[in-house]
């Protein structure tokens, strides 16, 4: 044969070797890459490793989808590049566009946090009525509802229009004897009250406190030590306040302020300290 087409042929086989090899590599390689992927993406409430010299900030917002105020706040957090969680109302949900927006804050993990604000937001504000002993299993089954339709990952709960926290039997609050709280924390919720609200002006759907008052008010609490749990701070606030530009900009200079201070990280609620680690 001649020599030169068989070194051609030689050649030839080495590259088609070299391809499948390259080929095969790369699929698994893929593969690999893609497992690895899914598995360490984080799941809600996988739990983190606190650092003692930080200061944790857990933006807590209430009553989505309430747009365009929802969709305004998850773009701050978003390009601000901070985490949140937003406390979810089921009968909020109408209509294809919201259950989109609900979608989305579920799927937006770890940046964004779904938890649950009952499906009926206490009975549509009749508080009184949500947390009497007689209707203590129909508000129950409101929460429970609102985890199944919004399909909520988390056992994590908001009381509406009240500040109670209870987690593993520690109860304290406004309702910490509440039949309905303690029927909660006995099937193991747990329930996030709040240390600081930003407030609504009246009943204007704006922000009651200007943003440089808000961020003072956050580090003269933790300078303080004056929250639930020591280095943590959770902030209240409603999506419907934020749904003007200005007022969307007012959040941007909030959480502009915060990040000033190199200590601050900003989590969502299922790695507040009692969520995460509760006392047993």
């Known amino acids: 044969m001649n020599p030169m087409k068989l070194t051609l042929r030689a050649g030839m086989g080495l590259l088609t070797l070299a391809l499948l090899v390259a080929c095969n590599n790369g699929t698994d390689t893929k593969k690999g890459a893609d497992t ?82 009952s499906f009926s937001h206490g009975f549509n504000d009749k508080y009184s009525r949500f947390y009497s002993a007689s209707m203590t299993d129909s508000a129950l089954q409101d929460f429970l509802r609102n985890e199944r339709e919004l399909q909520i990952p988390v056992k994590i709960i908001r009381l509406p229009g009240n500040n109670t926290w209870a987690s593993n039997g520690e109860i304290h609050g406004q309702l910490a004897k509440n039949p309905l709280v303690v029927a909660l924390d006995s099937l193991g919720y747990k329930i996030i ?60 200079k909030f959480i502009s302020l915060l990040k000033e201070d190199k200590r601050n990280v900003f989590e969502t609620i299922d790695h507040y300290p009692s969520v995460q680690n509760p006392k047993k």
């Open 36 to 117: 690895v992927k899914a598995v360490a993406k984080p799941m809600p409430g996988s739990p983190i490793k606190y650092d003692s010299s930080k200061r944790y900030i857990f933006l807590t917002w209430d009553d989505s989808p309430q747009p365009p105020g929802t969709v305004n706040c998850k773009a701050v957090f978003q390009s601000e590049d901070v985490k949140a969680t937003f406390f979810s109302v089921g009968f909020n949900q109408v209509g294809p566009w919201k259950k989109r927006l609900i979608d989305s804050i579920r799927n937006g993990y770890p940046r964004f946090l779904l938890a649950n604000h």
């Open 193 to 252: 009250g709040w240390d600081l609200e930003w407030g609504q002006q009246n009943k204007m759907k704006a922000p009651k406190e200007s943003a440089v008052e808000m961020a003072k008010r956050v580090t003269q609490k933790l300078d303080d030590g004056n929250t639930n749990q020591q280095n943590a701070i959770v902030i209240l606030s409603h999506d419907r306040l934020f749904e003007k530009k200005q007022f969307a900009d007012s959040l941007v």
